[in-house]
């Protein structure tokens, strides 16, 4: 089975930092770009980072500076480290990717919870 799974979410202070993690598994080809997207209660979900398999990578200006996306190939993996976190960076926080294995295909995450506390 083809999935993306998250981790590294939780709980952390104001200011603090948090790096999360998604893993692509099951039998996968290869995979295109990858990306974060997260949604806040009562709010749409919204677009944070996008990285190429080449390592391009494009930001929402508004988290430009404090969130950093990264992936390694080698394990299927992508992560963002975010720094200087605000409480209204609570959210639930969702990979994103384009998996190619007969075809390609977007995937998502089931999403891990992002609290920062003020």
């Known amino acids: 089975q083809v999935q993306l799974v998250e981790s590294g979410g939780g709980l952390v202070q104001a200011g603090g930092s948090l790096r999360l993690s998604c893993a692509a598994s099951?039998?996968?080809?290869?995979?295109?770009?990858m990306g974060w997207y997260r949604q806040a209660p009562g709010k749409q979900r919204e677009f944070i980072a996008r990285?190429?398999?080449?390592?391009?990578?494009d930001y929402a200006d508004s988290l430009k500076g404090r969130f950093t996306i990264s992936r390694d190939n080698a394990k299927n993996t992508v992560y963002l480290q975010m720094n200087s976190l605000k409480p209204e960076d609570t959210a639930v926080y969702y990979c994103?990717?384009?998996?190619?294995?007969?075809?390609?295909?977007?995937?998502w995450g089931q999403g891990t919870q992002v609290t920062v506390s003020s």
């Open positions: 994103n990717a384009f998996l190619v294995t007969n075809t390609v295909r977007n995937y």
């Open positions: 099951g039998s996968i080809f290869g995979i295109n770009a």
């Open positions: 990285i190429t398999s080449g390592g391009n990578t």
